[in-house]
């Protein structure tokens, strides 16, 4: 919100939310404003939280604990420096057209569709609260079978069964038939593991059953546990940090490296120091899929990409109001305009370094 007033806002802003309140708080410094309570009510609306689901956008408590930005962390960002130290992940691999590990693709595909059908009111006992985990066998690295599905989804007691405890085996059918299969149908086999609502059933959700905070779900966020996780959250940051815009960067190249046919899998790692514009370790590692050696890939791709934050938001073009699109369904693997980390334009250019 305040990105679209003032695109050089700086912001480092966390969310706290539990039965009954949302705390908003961190550091943000900007020439726009912005009402926070309504601002906090409209977005819980407007993902479903209403009165029949026990936590409602009109009755919470909303905290309002913001402050600006440390002048002894601004001075190193006007500078051009890095906004934090923190080392930074990228990855990308050929096991999806996205280039994308599978798993958390697949994950991330049945979430989508959890929401539409609830947004489409197709099946109207659905809540706002729900989740999903992909297992996949693989051999020699390449996936072959799916093992698992789990899909947990608040729902209404309407299609609680006679004893109260669990969903009727009606309203389970329903589920996989429209969104469980439309998404694996290809991938589930006769062995396949398909857990709905595992504890039996799910009507309390949201923050009337489990406290949420920014940053919890990282790995859910980025690549699904494949590889490691480097710096801290992205959401609720501005792209001077470089939790946010170098971990985009090292998406960005590694899925170009991908593209560029110089690996099979590749793993782009980003090192910065707090007011040091320029990065203080570069790393590529292909796990032994590159066609040219892991160093000449680095160092090639340190003469083709300016990789200080300036010339990162540059490049992503990130001073956009773009980022509520990012909190869900993860930041990586999106084929909208917006997640420009995710074009493949630098593909050409670098099959030179082949």
């Given at each position: 919100e305040v990105i679209k007033q003032d695109p050089n806002s700086r912001v480092a802003c966390e969310t706290f939310v539990t039965v009954g309140l949302v705390i908003v708080g961190g550091e943000i410094t900007t020439t726009g404003y912005v009402n926070l309570s309504s601002l906090v009510r409209n977005l819980l609306k407007e993902i479903g939280y209403v009165h029949k689901f026990g936590f409602c956008y009109d009755t919470c408590a909303i905290v309002n604990t913001i402050g600006t930005q440390s002048p002894d962390i601004s001075r190193g960002v006007d500078i051009g420096g890095a906004g934090d130290q923190g080392s930074m992940v990228g990855y990308a691999c050929k096991e999806t057209p996205e280039l994308m590990p599978l798993p958390i693709m697949t994950a991330h595909k049945l979430v989508r569709k959890l929401t539409e059908i609830r947004k489409k009111n197709i099946l109207p006992y659905l809540g706002p609260d729900g989740k999903?985990?992909?297992?996949?066998?693989?051999?020699?690295?390449?996936?072959?079978?799916?093992?698992?599905?789990?899909?947990?989804?608040?729902?209404?007691?309407?299609?609680l069964d006679n004893t109260g405890k669990q969903i009727t085996e009606n309203s389970r059918q329903e589920?996989?038939?429209?969104?469980?299969?439309?998404i694996t149908r290809e991938m589930i086999d006769e062995n396949t593991k398909i857990l709905i609502n595992p504890t039996g059933k799910?009507?309390?959700?949201g923050p009337q059953s489990d406290t949420g905070m920014t940053g919890r779900k990282l790995i859910v966020d980025t690549y699904g546990g494949v590889v490691p996780h480097g710096?801290?959250?992205?959401?609720?940051?501005?792209?001077s940090?470089?939790?946010?815009?170098?971990?985009?960067?090292?998406?960005?190249?590694a899925k170009n490296i991908v593209k560029a046919g110089l690996a099979d899998r590749c793993l782009v790692n980003l090192s910065y120091a707090i007011g040091v514009p320029e990065p203080i370790r570069v790393m590529i590692d292909t796990y032994g899929t590159g066609k040219v050696d892991d160093d000449v890939i680095a160092q090639g791709m340190k003469r083709v990409f300016d990789l200080t934050p300036r010339g990162i938001i540059n490049k992503l073009n990130l001073l956009r109001p773009i980022y509520k699109q990012t909190s869900c369904y993860g930041h990586f693997g999106r084929e909208e305009q917006e997640f420009t980390w995710e074009n493949t334009d630098s593909a050409e250019m670098l099959k030179k370094l082949k």
């Open positions: 999903s985990q992909v297992t996949i066998e693989y051999e020699d690295n390449i996936p072959k079978r799916l093992d698992t599905v789990v899909l947990s989804f608040q729902h209404t007691e309407e299609i589920v996989i038939e429209k969104i469980i299969k439309p799910f009507l309390i959700g710096g801290g959250a992205f959401s609720g940051k501005d792209p940090k470089v939790d946010r815009s170098a971990s985009y960067m090292a998406r960005y190249i």
